[in-house]
């Protein structure tokens, strides 16, 4: 009498394919070190570097600030001084309360009854960019005496510059920019070539071949293949996480509530680099060529992205360029929900355009994906 024939398990063939493949992930040392040990490293060198920048002004203006005259062109020589235009009045401030900003200056200036002109300067900055407002406003002082010297004018008389008004504010350092940065170039590179490199090497020892060939769904031998990588890569976040947390000081804004949302933010990142990763391995002619495809993908958001300084250093057309970029997306949004608070449903806009990237994504990975 034969035994009745049991029907073929998917989940469990899902679970096995997955639980080798994470396996395997842990079989090379240098995934482990490329993944953890190097966006560590990083973190401490240009937070480093972060905490100690040479001296430099960004400075904004309130509205309807007197700009035809003498003191604005004394400002604007004073060495390590940028000017930032803002249309958008709570983009300036919120700039300030991150210390993206030395101060908002407000110039009025008058005529007296004698025909002689005063300027009043008001300086309004935030305990975030504390380092750096007391030496601009000793660098203003230079400006008020080289008016003085030029239009032999009484200095007390022709310009006051009243104290900084420093507002109180949580200070953003170094490690809040720096860390979301690594997590992106992590990722990026680590989950890239983990899969090209993963199914490159699986199609061409037609391992693949028998997978396809065998009961078990082609969306779960993508998946149990995918999904090791993404726990993988998810436990070098949560790994970087802490070591910023807890040794760097990196703000979770809301404790365990924002690194549950990092990690949410992290995994529709991460699905979308698989699906890159496996169009990689799909049109690689050999495996030498998957580190110039992912090179050609990868390094100009690494440098992009804002992933070591910000995206404001660009040209006005370069940025643009930059504020589609899927790494952009991810930093950004990684940046709002730990430092400012917001929800990851309050970064609907990144969540969009990183939407957008994975469904063109997809589409040309089901074409393109080969099995053999």
Same mark, same amino acid.
């Given at each position: ?25 842990? *079989? #090379? ?10 966006? %560590? ?18 400075? *904004? ?35 300030? #309360? ?5 101060? %908002? ?22 305990? *975030? ?37 420093? $507002? /109180? ?77 807890? *040794? ?18 992290? %995994? ?25 495809? %992912? ?35 991810? #930093? ?16 609907? /806009? $990144? ?22």
């Amino acid at each position: 009498m034969s035994l009745p024939k049991q029907p073929y398990s998917q989940t469990k063939a899902l679970w096995a394919i997955t639980r080798a493949s994470f396996k395997a992930i842990f *079989a #090379n040392p240098s995934a482990i070190i490329f993944s953890i040990l190097f966006p %560590i490293i990083f973190t401490l060198i240009f937070g480093a570097f972060g905490s100690n920048n040479g001296v430099s002004y960004r400075i *904004a203006l309130t509205p309807g600030s007197d700009t035809t005259q003498g003191f604005y062109t004394g400002l604007k020589k004073i060495p390590g001084v940028k000017i930032i235009t803002y249309s958008d009045t709570v983009l300036r401030n919120k700039d300030l #309360n991150k210390g993206r900003l030395t101060a %908002i200056l407000d110039i009025s200036s008058k005529m007296d009854s004698a025909d002689k002109l005063h300027y009043t300067i008001g300086i309004k900055s935030t305990t *975030a960019s504390s380092n750096t407002v007391y030496s601009f406003r000793a660098a203003l002082d230079l400006v008020k005496l080289q008016l003085e010297k030029m239009l032999n004018e009484d200095a007390e008389s022709f310009v006051t510059i009243n104290d900084p008004v420093v $507002e /109180k504010v949580r200070k953003f350092r170094p490690i809040d920019f720096i860390l979301p940065g690594q997590l992106g170039f992590s990722i990026l590179f680590s989950t890239l070539f983990g899969v090209a490199f993963t199914f490159f090497g699986l199609r061409e020892q037609l391992v693949l071949k028998r997978f396809y060939a065998s009961p078990v769904s082609k969306m779960n031998i993508l998946l149990g293949i995918g999904m090791s990588r993404l726990f993988f890569q998810l436990l070098s976040v949560v790994v970087l996480i802490l070591f910023g947390h807890f *040794a760097l000081n990196f703000t979770l804004y809301h404790g365990i509530f924002t690194f549950l949302e990092i990690i949410a933010m992290t %995994i529709i990142m991460l699905f979308l680099l698989m699906g890159v990763g496996l169009i990689f391995s799909s049109i690689a002619k050999s495996d030498t060529s998957i580190p110039l495809l %992912i090179n050609l993908f990868g390094f100009p958001q690494m440098m992009l992205s804002g992933t070591f300084f910000t995206i404001e250093v660009f040209p006005k057309w370069l940025q643009e360029i930059c504020r589609v970029l899927p790494l952009t997306q991810y #930093n950004d949004a990684i940046r709002k929900i730990s430092f400012e608070g917001l929800s990851i449903f309050d970064c609907w /806009k $990144e969540i969009g355009i990183l939407g957008i990237w994975m469904a063109i994504t997809y589409i040309i990975a089901a074409r393109v994906i080969k099995w053999e």
